[in-house]
């Protein structure tokens, strides 16, 4: 089956998908900073370069989306019935990907948790998961 957009218009809707300064990110950055966290954003010199970084307390976050990062979730677990192949190995890519970024911040001696996306409809729950992780030292 065809794209149901032109090439053009495919063009302009992939290119409006972010990876910083995503609502999910922002998100996560209010509740650290009402938690009264300092931290760092995108550190380049990291590896997996982790969406929000404590570098006091040697913890990275990053908050991914359940979709784009294979999440067990409904929504992630969700494949695309068009090109299902292409986006099963983007996934799969991706998933790869993460699993390096975290082990060799582990190794590095950094704590690293993961936020996923369906994690922000409880924001109380997350509020405390975030508050332990700062607790923690």
């Known amino acids: ?9 495919r063009s302009a809707v992939m290119a ?14 209010r509740v650290l900073t009402r938690l009264g966290a300092r931290y760092r954003l995108h550190r380049r010199d990291l590896p997996g370069h982790p969406d929000i970084v404590l570098p006091g307390r ?16 409904a929504r992630g677990s969700r494949v695309p019935k068009n090109n299902r192949d292409y986006w099963l190995a983007k996934v799969g890519r ?3 990907r993460d699993a390096r970024a975290i082990a060799a911040l582990e190794t590095d001696g950094w704590r690293v948790a993961v936020v996923w996306e369906c994690d922000l ?6 509020t405390a998961r975030l508050a332990a992780l700062l607790a923690k030292t």
């Open 1 to 9: 089956m065809t794209d149901v957009y032109d090439k053009a218009k």
């Open 16 to 29: 409006r998908v972010k990876s910083k300064d995503t609502t999910p990110e922002k998100t996560v950055r």
């Open 58 to 73: 040697r913890l990275a976050i990053f908050v991914h989306g359940c979709f784009w990062h294979g999440h067990d979730c």
């Open 121 to 126: 409809k409880d924001e109380t729950a997350l």
């Open 94 to 96: 991706n998933v790869a």
